[in-house]
């Protein structure tokens, strides 16, 4: 069974920065779009940044200019940068990805457990 690994959370200043990451398990055959969402308590999981396999990126307007999403083809592997980080940015965040276990595989949506971000004084 694969399962997507996301590390990188904890607690930060305000103004400050952390970055994540996040893989899969064990080796995959591809992944396709990969992206992060986030859910504080009370509000729903909403869409954080989201990157294509070519590298075509979305963002949130609550995040734009302040958190850059990246990806490693060779690994599987998507990053989220970020910087200028404010109160409102705690919140869980959770990895998500298109993967294809196998060359025969059809893509399946994984999601990761999630990693805490608190962003306090």
């Known amino acids: 069974q694969v399962q997507l690994v996301e590390s990188g959370g904890g607690l930060v200043q305000p103004g400050g920065s952390l970055r994540l990451s996040c893989a899969p398990s064990r080796n995959i055959f591809s992944a396709g779009a990969m992206g992060w969402y986030r859910q504080a308590p009370g509000n729903q999981r909403e869409l954080v940044a989201i990157?294509?396999?070519?590298?075509?990126?979305n963002y949130a307007d609550s995040v734009k200019g302040r958190f850059t999403i990246s990806r490693d083809n060779a690994k599987n592997t998507v990053y989220l940068q970020m910087n200028s980080l404010k109160p409102e940015d705690t919140a869980v965040y959770y990895c998500?990805?298109?993967?294809?276990?196998?060359?025969?595989?059809?893509?399946?949506?994984?999601w990761g457990e999630g990693t805490q971000v608190t962003v306090s004084s």
């Open positions: 998500n990805a298109n993967l294809r276990r196998n060359r025969g595989s059809p893509p399946y949506a994984y």
């Open positions: 990157i294509t396999s070519s590298g075509s990126t």
